[in-house]
């Protein structure tokens, strides 16, 4: 069985073509390394390009799209396994259970809020699966200041801030994930519950 990426990225293609580049070298080192994608289901934005470009090269990918987006007539008809799921939270869970791993590439709020959800999962060791942002032109320069920000002001743990995986280019994302050890639940669970005496 080929392991399985999920991707998050932008239902809308961006500004500038070199974020759609992006998303094209994403899927060719799928292909390369035969990585099957789970992701969004549709066939609009940087998810079309990552889609297409893996089937174009007989790749799985696997789509998860709750009905109301299916009816929006945004659902890709050409995809190895498509998923129908009632709601938004079932598509993410059904993402969680199905992949080996995640990578955002830019995005909107969808794409926020996909992988703030595998950051708590991962801080919560609910699952222990890695996830990578791959920082395609600094597009989440302001988003990881912000993450070292809420480190300062004492609302995210060092540790779980580090959880989070960055690279500029899609190789060295891989091996950072490939490399990921989660952080222990204990201590700062017990470091917080000391705080709130
Ligand atoms: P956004 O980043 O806001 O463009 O949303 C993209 C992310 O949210 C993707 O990873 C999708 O899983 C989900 N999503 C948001 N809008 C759509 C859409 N029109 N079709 C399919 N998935 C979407």
């Given at each position: 069985m080929s392991v399985k990426i999920c991707v998050f990225c932008g239902s809308s293609m961006g500004r500038d073509k070199v974020y759609q580049e992006a998303a094209r070298e994403v899927a060719g080192f799928f292909v390369k390394n035969n990585i099957s994608l789970v992701y969004g289901?549709?066939?609009?934005g940087l998810m079309k390009i990552l889609a297409d470009t893996l089937l174009e090269n007989h790749k799985e990918v696997i789509g998860i799209m709750p009905g109301m987006l299916v009816d929006k007539e945004v659902?890709?008809?050409?995809?190895?396994e498509f998923i129908e799921v009632k709601t938004m939270a079932e598509r993410k869970a059904k993402m969680i259970e199905l992949s080996d791993g995640f990578i955002a590439l830019p995005g909107g709020f969808g794409t926020l809020d996909e992988l703030s959800e595998i950051l708590i999962y991962n801080q919560l060791r609910i699952n222990d699966k890695p996830l990578g942002i791959l920082n395609v032109n600094g597009y989440f320069d302001q988003l990881l200041a912000f993450f070292d920000h809420a480190v300062v002001e004492g609302y995210v743990r060092a540790e779980h801030r580090n959880n989070i995986l960055v690279s500029d280019n899609i190789p060295e994302l891989m091996e950072k994930m490939q490399a990921y050890r989660p952080v222990s639940m204990g201590k700062w669970l017990k470091d917080i519950k000391v705080e709130s005496r």
């Open positions: 289901g549709a066939k609009v659902a890709h008809e050409g995809l190895s």
